[in-house]
Structures are given as structure tokens and as C-alpha cells.
């Protein structure tokens, strides 16, 4: 009789216990179970793309900013979606960058942008210091490019 007792028990909190549901304001889409993301395709500066995630408005919950990573999961769920599912190849600005010391890149919040492979190609950065901005390239790594280049972006915030 004990034993029933404690399995009813255990059964109403497994049964009572409701997952966090997570959602993202509209346009956003959810990746990887707690990142919000929106694709942007027009074209504009990497500075332009700072400013434009910085100035959605509606939000109850986190701050839109340009996009930034360090996670392969992450990057893989961001490549299948914006090459698989938007149908989208082109590079897209992220919120990275080494215009402070050449070499050391950094992301928007002051984190080392990870380097090498998996996330960068083989060949990047190859940009020297003329190529000093982030981007998440059509072939779904890091690469760099010049500020004044004409690119999509990523926005995302953390709900």
C-alpha cells in the first residue's frame, strides 16, 4: 500500500509540472530551444545592421542586437535554417568584429569570437586590416568583410 502511495505521489509532480513554454516577438523565430532570430535581406552596412537590431521595438523581454555565437550547435541550426528553410545563400552580417586590435576578434558584448574550425573556413580571415566585420557566410561559417559592405543581417535576442 506504501509503495502505491509514493508512486501516485511521484506521479502528480511528473503530472503537475509543466515545461517554460519560450516564444519570440513577431518576426523572430525561435533556434535551438532558446534564441531568438530574424533574418534581414536587406542590404546594409555592418554599422547600419547594429543600429537596426538595436531599434526594433516591442520588446517586453531581452534586446534585440546583431547576432552573435559560439556555440556549433547553434550555428548549424542557424545554417539550416536560413539556407534550407528561407532558401537564402549570401552572407549576412554578425555582431563580431576585430577593428580594435587586428586579429582579436571580439563579438558585440565584448566575448572572444571563437576561432578556427568549425566555425570559420579554412581560409578566414583573410581580410587583413581592411576586413575587420563578422559575418555568417552562404557556406555556413565565419568570415570577414569590409564595414561598408552591402549585406543582409541577423538580429536575435534571448527571450
Do not use: R
Not at 531599434?55 to 534550407?84: E, K, Q, R, W
Not at 554578425?94 to 558585440?108: K, M, V
Not at 580571415?125 to 552591402?150: C, Q, R, S, T
Amino acid at each position: 500500500m506504501k509503495a502505491i502511495t509514493l508512486l501516485a505521489a511521484a506521479a502528480a509532480l511528473i503530472t503537475t509540472a509543466s515545461p517554460t513554454e519560450v516564444s519570440c516577438n513577431a518576426g523572430f523565430v525561435l533556434l535551438n530551444g532558446n534564441t531568438c532570430i530574424q533574418v534581414f535581406t536587406s542590404k546594409v552596412t555592418w554599422v547600419e545592421a547594429v543600429a537596426a537590431c538595436a531599434n526594433i521595438d516591442n520588446f517586453l523581454v531581452g534586446s534585440p542586437h546583431l547576432a552573435y555565437f559560439n556555440d556549433c550547435s547553434f550555428m548549424t541550426h542557424l545554417y539550416d535554417y536560413i539556407y534550407y528553410q528561407q532558401g537564402l545563400s549570401e552572407d549576412l552580417w554578425l555582431g563580431g568584429s576585430d577593428s580594435n586590435t587586428e586579429g582579436a576578434w571580439e563579438f558585440l558584448n565584448g566575448d572572444p569570437v571563437p576561432m578556427g574550425i568549425p566555425f570559420w573556413h579554412p581560409i578566414q580571415p583573410d581580410g587583413d586590416n581592411i576586413e575587420n566585420k563578422l559575418v555568417f557566410a552562404h557556406n555556413g561559417y565565419f568570415a570577414d568583410a569590409h564595414e561598408d559592405d552591402k549585406l543582409g543581417y541577423i538580429c536575435q535576442y534571448t527571450p
